[in-house]
């Protein structure tokens, strides 16, 4: 796996790497034939621009030739970028999801280098890291080679040539810099499996096993709502343990907002809160608050003129 390519809305792998490979290099010839004749109008209509306009081409040529003009010149650079890019990695017989890993690689020698050999890993641990050197890079010719399926340099850039077979693929000659054993790409600390933070991540779950019913799961939620409230600041005296509790403490309190009792003989509707406290005791007429009459806001406003005449 190379890359993926949106141009040919395809991934670039083993097997389609030569044609990739070809399909830039007749891009490339193709753009750099346009712009070949394209300039030469363009450096005319520069030195005819003092002329009369009927002389020149019409206003629908010069919008076709801005239009390719505009178009040609990056598509141009980019694809040239990328394919000065893709014969580079296959001198060097690399691809570049390997380049990076090569870079990648070197960054983390460097930093064991001024380490005494070691950099950090995964929960705090120390790992000693060895620089390695990349297996597959045996010469130019034969990285050219072996990346286009061919050792006959006619076949390299033929536009027919037939596709590589996938088990050609199994198995890739080596430069023997490093040990037969070792694979690519080496260890890398950062990529190291982790240890769990807290607890045992295979049983996250608090309300137990599966099978244990639905009144177990209901206590657990109310546990896990009782430990919330606990752990936000929710006050202790808020909570109920169940809903029997809830509804014994409902029957407890026989005074609630709006009733009626016998106070000196004669039945006073009262507001009372929870700790059986009156309006009274916070300072209110409770006689002005429930019996006060309902004067309409005109007589309200007659009121106020006579008391202002007075």
Not at 10 to 39: M, Q
């Amino acid at each position: 796996m190379d890359h993926h390519c949106p141009w040919t809305y395809n991934c670039v792998s083993y097997t389609t790497l030569p044609h990739f490979i070809r399909f830039l290099v007749y891009t490339n010839v193709s753009l750099a034939y346009l712009t070949y004749l394209l300039f030469p109008h363009l450096h005319d209509l520069w030195l005819n621009r003092a002329l009369p306009s009927y002389l020149g081409p019409n206003v629908l040529q010069l919008v076709h030739l801005m239009s390719l003009l505009i178009t040609l010149t990056p598509t141009f650079i980019v694809l040239l970028i990328l394919l000065v890019r893709t014969i580079w990695n296959l001198v060097l017989n690399q691809t570049t999801i390997e380049n990076w890993e090569i870079e990648r690689h070197a960054t983390l020698a460097r930093r064991a280098r001024f380490n005494n050999g070691f950099v950090d890993g995964p929960n705090g641990m120390r790992v000693r890291l060895k620089r390695y050197e990349f297996p597959y890079d045996i010469g130019i010719y034969k990285n050219i080679a072996e990346g286009i399926g061919s050792r006959n340099p006619l076949i390299w850039l033929w536009p027919f040539a037939s596709t590589v077979s996938v088990k050609s693929g199994y198995d890739f000659e080596v430069n023997g810099f490093e040990d037969s054993d070792f694979a690519w790409p080496p260890p890398d600390p950062d990529r190291m499996s982790r240890k769990p933070m807290n607890g045992d991540v295979r049983d996250p779950f608090t309300h137990g096993e599966e099978g244990e019913g639905a009144e177990s799961w209901v206590q657990a939620v109310r546990k896990r709502q009782m430990d919330d409230q606990k752990r936000f600041g929710g006050a202790e005296e808020d909570n109920y343990e169940s809903e029997s509790d809830m509804a014994d403490d409902e029957v407890k309190s026989d005074h609630r907002p709006g009733q009626v009792e016998h106070i000196g003989g004669e039945e006073v509707l009262v507001w009372r809160n929870d700790d059986g406290e009156r309006l009274a005791d916070f300072g209110i007429d409770e006689e002005a608050e429930w019996r006060e009459e309902d004067v309409p806001l005109g007589e309200l406003i007659r009121r106020r003129k006579a008391h202002e005449i007075e």
